[in-house]
């Protein structure tokens, strides 16, 4: 599997907590994981008594010189090491008594070696028992010189509300992870803070601020902020996790039953000297899927709502304010599709209406409540991305793997998927699948996509005096992340994209550091109350490798 990043996120300003803390695995958690995983801990003490039953079994079967000698009492102090042992036995010899007119021997240096050594105030470590330890050196009275190491840990961990986050699922060398990045506009700084380990192939993520419920938090009290991202991968199992949490090793919640899919657990498909059958389906489920997560979507008006879009061709609604037990699961289930839903999103405007596309080349628009009566449109190629337009209710975006962006008003689908949905405008965005879409949320008609002929464009959409959508390009960009799987808007910042795709690597463009881009965008910047300043360096942003910062402190000192 190659290196790449398959999906990015970002996090607004302010949500993040200024200190994070650190995982904690007592007791309470130790449960927690334990009713997550569905892990029997009766089942576990009864496997972990027949080996120790097994392993003593096999000590006393053993014959002669190879059998091992067995307490039955337990005491580690009866066990002797064997060349101590014969250490003794050496030493072990007769001594001749002194004779009586030798003048040592009243200091019976005969004896010396064999006087007892556990005598008080004998040897350098005699009162060690009498020490006392401290774990923290800022208790210990002997230590004047406080070190300030666990301060400047924490002054290199701290996140200000300046700074934002971005998420991003990369897989390097077989190994899968959240990456979370610290990028501070100010200084044009991004860096790495901390990672989260990941079972299997990341494939979408979605930030909520929503505390999911787990077993023990069952309470009546209103539900809080938080700051969370939700994980889709190969497994049919969707995590969330906690942002504010370093070196986690296990998410908050997880959607879906692990024990019933059986995602962690690998069936071999054949030997490989046949030919075989193609897999066939898992048998689906109205609770849980079955199948990879490829598409997540969290409700910003019913902040408990977390929709799914999966392989198994359905999409799932999962209620986060109840706790996961057995028997429950997701709380409605959508089979509106009839191949791999890649894709959903809520609107946000009519927070029950969804949004789905799949790979049966079709997109829906629904009511949660009564997806029956849902509308759709037929397309010419698979679904890659879509994307509801914040600035109309009812306009959304479709990319496809052809290369095109479809504009649709969702009152002019038909219902009878038979009939013609001609869209609203057609773009021919790049050469190759369209990987990538995004809609600004901070500015009107600006667009931006990513494809996998590698570049990041950015769109401008002006309404002509006849009602028909004026499309311009504004910048095109190869930001060097390889083909682009991720390409999306900053919710603080009205022309900043992160980028992210084949070559595991996450790049920011301030597209407004284009002066084209800032005249295109100059009426509608105006509007919105923002001014651009011009940036140095093309405005690309990335992480800076330890390399290349001593090779520019080198050449500094040249």
Same mark, same amino acid.
Request: aromatic fraction near 8%; glycine fraction near 8%.
């Given at each position: 599997?190659?290196?790449l990043?398959?999906?990015v996120?970002? +996090?607004?300003?302010?949500?993040s907590?200024?200190?994070?803390?650190? $995982?904690? %695995? !007592? =007791?309470?958690e130790?449960?927690? #994981?334990?009713?997550?995983?569905?892990?029997?801990?009766?089942d576990?003490?009864?496997?972990?008594?027949?080996?120790?039953?097994?392993a003593?079994?096999?000590g006393?079967g053993a014959e002669?010189?190879e059998?091992?000698?067995?307490d039955e009492?337990g005491?580690?102090?009866a066990w002797?090491?064997e060349?101590?042992?014969?250490?003794?036995v050496?030493?072990?010899?007769? +001594?001749?008594?002194?004779e009586k007119?030798?003048d040592?021997?009243q $200091?019976n %240096? !005969? =004896?010396y070696d064999?006087d007892? #050594?556990?005598?008080?105030g004998m040897?350098p470590?005699?009162?060690?028992?009498?020490l006392?330890?401290?774990r923290?050196?800022?208790?210990?009275p002997?230590?004047?010189l406080?070190d300030d190491?666990?301060?400047d840990?924490?002054?290199?961990?701290?996140?200000l509300?300046?700074?934002?986050?971005l998420?991003?699922?990369?897989?390097?060398d077989d190994?899968?992870?959240?990456?979370i990045y610290?990028?501070?506009?100010?200084q044009?700084?991004l $860096?790495?803070?901390?990672?989260?380990m990941?079972p299997?192939?990341?494939?979408c993520?979605e930030?909520?601020d929503?505390?999911?419920a787990?077993?023990?938090?069952?309470?009546d009290?209103p539900?809080?902020?938080g700051?969370?991202i939700?994980?889709g991968?190969?497994?049919?199992?969707i995590?969330?996790?906690?942002l504010d949490?370093m070196?986690?090793m296990y998410?908050d919640?997880?959607l879906?039953?692990?024990?019933?899919?059986?995602?962690?657990v690998p069936?071999?498909?054949?030997?490989?000297?046949?030919?075989?059958?193609?897999?066939k389906?898992?048998?689906s489920?109205d609770?849980?899927h079955?199948?990879a997560?490829?598409g997540l979507s969290?409700?910003?008006t019913?902040?408990h709502?977390?929709a799914?879009a999966?392989?198994?061709?359905t999409?799932?609604?999962?209620?986060l304010?109840?706790?996961?037990?057995?028997?429950e699961?997701?709380?409605r289930?959508f089979?509106?599709?009839?191949d791999?839903?890649?894709?959903?999103q809520?609107n946000e405007?009519?927070?029950?209406?969804?949004?789905?596309?799949s790979?049966?080349?079709?997109v829906?628009v629904?009511?949660?409540?009564?997806?029956?009566?849902?509308?759709?449109?037929?397309l010419?190629?698979?679904?890659e991305?879509?994307?509801?337009?914040p600035?109309?209710?009812?306009?959304?975006?479709?990319s496809?793997?052809?290369?095109?962006?479809?504009?649709?008003d969702?009152?002019a689908?038909?219902?009878d998927m038979k009939?013609?949905s001609?869209a609203r405008?057609t773009l021919?965005?790049?050469d190759?699948a369209?990987s990538a879409?995004?809609?600004?949320p901070?500015?009107?008609?600006?667009?931006?996509?990513g494809?996998t002929?590698?570049?990041?464009k950015?769109w401008?959409?002006?309404?002509t005096?006849?009602?028909k959508?004026a499309?311009?390009?504004?910048?095109?960009?190869?930001?060097?992340?390889?083909k682009v799987?991720s390409a999306?808007?900053?919710?603080?910042?009205?022309?900043?994209?992160?980028?992210?795709?084949?070559?595991?690597?996450?790049q920011l463009?301030?597209v407004?550091?284009?002066s084209g881009?800032?005249?295109?965008f100059?009426?509608?910047?105006?509007e919105a109350?923002?001014?651009?300043?011009?940036?140095?360096?093309?405005?690309?942003?990335g992480?800076v490798d330890?390399d290349?910062?001593?090779?520019?402190e080198?050449?500094?000192?040249d």
């Open positions: 599997m190659s290196n990043i398959s999906c996120s970002w +996090v607004k300003r302010g949500v907590a200024h200190q994070p803390s650190k $995982y904690v %695995l !007592d =007791e309470k130790l449960e927690r #994981v334990s009713a997550l995983a569905r892990i029997e801990l009766e576990a003490r009864v496997e972990i008594e027949r080996a120790h039953n097994a003593k079994s096999m006393k002669g010189a059998a091992d000698d067995v009492d005491d580690e102090d002797v090491d060349e101590d042992a014969s250490m003794e050496d030493g072990d010899v007769q +001594v001749d008594a002194p007119g030798d040592l021997a $200091y %240096l !005969d =004896e064999e007892d #050594v556990k005598e008080d040897g470590f005699s009162n060690i028992k009498g006392t330890f401290y923290d050196n800022q208790d210990d002997y230590i004047t406080k190491v666990e301060d840990e924490r002054s290199e961990l701290e996140i509300p300046t700074d934002n986050l998420v991003t699922a990369k897989t390097e190994v899968s992870q959240l990456e610290v990028y501070d506009e100010s044009d700084n $860096y790495v803070h901390h990672d989260l990941l299997n192939f990341p494939l993520l930030w909520l929503f505390p999911p787990s077993s023990e938090m069952q309470t009290a539900p809080k902020f700051n969370y939700a994980v991968t190969l497994d049919p199992e995590e969330i996790w906690s949490v070196e986690s998410p919640m997880i879906g039953r692990p024990d019933k899919t059986a995602a962690h069936v071999p498909a054949g030997t490989g000297k046949k030919k075989r059958k193609k897999t389906h898992r048998p489920s609770t849980y079955v199948d997560v490829l969290w409700n910003r019913h902040r709502m977390l799914s999966s392989a198994d061709r999409v799932k609604l999962w209620d304010s109840r706790p996961i037990v057995d028997g699961g997701a709380i289930s089979g509106v599709h009839k791999k839903v890649q894709a959903v809520w405007k009519e927070p029950t209406v969804l949004l789905s596309g790979y049966d080349r079709t829906r629904f009511d949660s409540r009564a997806p029956d009566t849902g509308v759709g449109a037929v010419g190629a698979d679904v991305a879509l994307r509801w337009d600035w109309e209710t009812h306009a959304f975006y479709v496809l793997e052809n290369g095109l962006v479809l504009n649709f969702a009152r689908l038909p219902t009939s013609p001609p405008f021919s965005a790049h190759g369209v879409l995004d809609v600004s901070l500015l009107r008609g600006c667009i931006c996509t494809g002929d590698k570049l990041v950015v401008n959409v002006d309404e005096a006849g009602g959508p499309v311009s390009m504004v910048a095109s960009r190869d930001m060097e992340v390889g799987f999306v808007f900053s919710p603080d910042d009205p022309l900043t994209i992160a980028a992210a795709g084949s070559k595991a690597k996450l463009w301030d407004g550091a284009n881009a800032r005249r295109a100059a009426s509608k910047l105006s109350g923002r001014v651009l300043k011009e940036k140095e360096g093309g405005g690309l942003v992480l330890d290349e910062t001593s090779e520019d080198g050449d500094e000192d």
